[in-house]
């Protein structure tokens, strides 16, 4: 699609110092390099710039020059990236998130270095966990998990939580491939992965990333 035709109109500004508050906290509006941008009014409309209210709430705001078009959120035909989108909150003490905004940060399995994902790290009786906040939007969570290369040869246990209640159970090798694993959601709250040694010893960490996580 082209974009539309450019016309020029003079109008009257009027800077009033409108605020801007989002769910009680006041914000400031700023463009992409940081500059604050003040709101204004013309003709009897209040005209918010678009980046800040979208990232105020929680939306990231996306240009396209070609088609003249402000995307708020998702852009149609564009993969998401959930390790932005909604990463985990909160995980275990020895549990890494890598999120790829470093490319020398990463896991590896299988010989293939991972830039995006959960490397899960717990041992015996202390287990390795992350939790996501679904808020209840959705229907399946999708995530391939494997050994990391270099980490303990132990197997383990990978446990679903929804909502705090158990809801699988999954029994993974260090030697097994890494599979993907698709899991109901049922629009629950939150979702728990918890990782455990079924074998070995207490004092030994297993390793095992979780990556290629999307949500449906």
């Given at each position: 699609?082209?974009?539309?035709?450019?016309?020029?109109?003079?109008?009257?500004?009027?800077?009033?110092g409108?605020?801007?508050?989002v769910?009680?906290?006041?914000?400031?509006?700023?463009d992409?390099?940081?500059?604050?941008?003040?709101?204004?009014?013309?003709?009897?409309?209040?005209?918010l710039?678009?980046r800040?209210?979208?990232?105020?709430?929680g939306?990231?705001?996306?240009?396209?020059?070609?088609t003249?078009?402000?995307?708020?959120?998702?852009?149609?035909?564009?993969a998401?990236?959930?390790?932005?989108?909604?990463?985990?909150y909160?995980?275990?003490t020895?549990?890494?998130?890598?999120?790829?905004?470093d490319?020398?940060s990463?896991?590896?399995?299988?010989?293939?270095?991972?830039?995006?994902?959960?490397?899960?790290?717990?041992?015996?009786?202390n287990?390795?966990y992350?939790?996501w906040?679904?808020?209840?939007?959705y229907?399946?969570m999708?995530?391939t998990?494997?050994?990391?290369d270099?980490?303990?040869e132990?197997k383990?246990?990978?446990?679903?939580?929804?909502?705090g209640?158990?809801?699988?159970?999954?029994?993974?090798?260090?030697?097994?491939?890494?599979?993907?694993i698709?899991i109901?959601?049922?629009?629950?709250?939150?979702?728990?992965?918890?990782?455990?040694n079924?074998?070995g010893t207490?004092g030994?960490?297993?390793?095992?990333?979780?990556?290629?996580?999307?949500?449906?």
């Amino acid at each position: 699609m082209a974009a539309s035709t450019v016309t020029t109109k003079m109008i009257e500004a009027n800077y009033m110092g409108i605020k801007i508050v989002v769910d009680g906290v006041e914000v400031t509006p700023k463009d992409a390099n940081g500059k604050v941008v003040e709101p204004f009014a013309s003709s009897g409309t209040t005209y918010l710039p678009v980046r800040a209210i979208g990232e105020a709430l929680g939306k990231e705001v996306t240009w396209d020059g070609s088609t003249a078009t402000v995307y708020v959120g998702e852009v149609p035909g564009q993969a998401t990236d959930w390790m932005k989108k909604l990463p985990p909150y909160q995980v275990s003490t020895n549990t890494k998130i890598f999120d790829g905004s470093d490319p020398k940060s990463y896991m590896t399995i299988s010989g293939n270095k991972i830039a995006q994902g959960v490397q899960m790290s717990g041992g015996y009786k202390n287990e390795g966990y992350a939790i996501w906040n679904t808020n209840l939007q959705y229907d399946t969570m999708t995530f391939t998990i494997g050994h990391v290369d270099g980490s303990k040869e132990y197997k383990i246990s990978l446990d679903v939580y929804l909502d705090g209640e158990l809801a699988e159970t999954y029994t993974i090798d260090w030697s097994d491939a890494p599979q993907t694993i698709t899991i109901p959601l049922d629009h629950a709250a939150n979702v728990r992965l918890e990782t455990l040694n079924v074998e070995g010893t207490s004092g030994w960490n297993h390793e095992f990333g979780i990556y290629d996580i999307s949500f449906s």
